[in-house]
DNA sequence: ACACGATTTAACCAATTAGTTAAACCAACA
DNA sequence: TGTTGGTTTAACTAATTGGTTAAATCGTGT
């Protein structure tokens, strides 16, 4: 019966999700997956061969969501401050869906980088293509000049760093106060659009 | 001897620190400290009793490199605009010195954020004098209004990200060139200023 | 010559952990 | 009723790893 197996496979991803997220991969244990998953270790290996591929069954999961929504949005049409717009929505949607994204993918960048690379070039990401439209629209006095990968590199922390450092902002900032937390998350896209907006108006 | 001692130790702190911080707490192997500090694991143990101390006394050397530098800044009578570009000064010039500070800081997050968080309020981290400062500022008509805390967070997230996503500069936007790479991090700190500063310019 | 602390060598222990195996169990289904 | 595939149980292995120990070595200052 199909329905069952997509049940427990679910399951073990769900729970594989969990736990390789707040302890890495180093840190995360077959064991504590498989109880978090409500089921023991043989089966886990019978889903899963091995710990490495239930990583990266995971893994290539979290990064084809991760990278490839910005693509489509520069190849577009619309005028660059649209897409900025856009870019920053879109970022910080899928990052209040998938708050532990960033935490996992910074967490497992050291220890083994180029897995990512690959990953990364995979889902064909070119950032030269980026370049060339912002710089057009320096040209162009749209927005004030600088350089354009300076002002990517701006607006991906602005859109990330906060849910990279969650557990910060949630003691220090927050006092633990989930709500306050959460209305913050959904200030956020707003914000950082007329911030980045107001940041590149040129003036005389 | 003493100057032997202390250049033992010296090195095994050096190489703790960049085993601890490429492969986190987890991942991190005693013999591969060993190793690294060019000295045999018998050795390592006699130096620091356990796994568990070497850590700590990393990470709190780390820790009280990395947050109080602004506290000072804040309490200071500069107008607000300026303590602004003396924050992000500060936070750059740091991160220059020490780039690992923010993956490492980020990765143990999750691991034990009580340990941080004690480490935080134990070095007198008060966020709340700063919202005050921002607003008085923000009142008297100095800069745009907006809501203090996102204006930090997009300042500290401006500093801090590119130093924690380090390796996907590396690879993705700079294609391992060493020098291109260290040439950006060296302007970061003016494209910053220049960035916030704009966007924090009152139109009518 | 002696003492002392730093350092090495090499063997060892105990705990943890990924992964395996084999037998039994159970529910659905043909 | 018998088969089949998902599931459990429980015991096991092989490797890794943190930590220990004891004896030997080396350098330096007394």
Redesign the pocket.
């Known amino acids: 019966?199909?329905t069952?197996?997509d049940?427990?496979?679910e399951k073990i991803l769900e729970a594989a999700k969990n736990v390789f997220v707040t302890k890495g991969m180093d840190g995360?244990?077959?064991?504590?997956i498989?109880d978090e998953a409500?089921?023991?270790?043989?089966?886990?290996?019978?889903?899963?061969?091995?710990?490495?591929?239930?990583f990266e069954a995971i893994f290539g999961e979290i990064i084809k969501f991760a990278f490839p929504k910005i693509t489509g949005i520069i190849s577009s049409d619309e005028p660059v401050t649209t897409k900025i717009e856009q870019i920053i929505d879109a970022y910080t949607s899928l990052l209040i869906n998938h708050p532990f994204i960033p935490a996992f993918i910074l967490k497992e960048l050291n220890r083994d980088p180029s897995g990512i690379f690959k990953l990364i070039t995979k889902y064909g990401f070119k950032p030269e293509s980026v370049w060339g439209k912002l710089e057009e629209a320096m040209d162009k006095g749209e927005i004030v000049r600088m350089d354009p990968r300076h002002l990517i590199i701006n607006i991906v922390s602005m859109c990330v760093f906060p849910f990279a450092a969650r557990p910060i902002l949630n003691y220090v900032i927050f006092k633990e106060n989930k709500e306050a937390l959460a209305a913050f998350y959904a200030e956020r896209a707003d914000v950082v659009k007329q911030f980045v907006i107001n940041a590149l108006v040129v003036r005389k």
């Open positions: 019966m199909e069952k197996r049940n427990t496979e995360a244990r077959m064991q504590e498989a409500g089921i023991n270790k043989a089966l886990l290996h019978y889903y899963f061969r091995s710990k490495e591929r239930l």
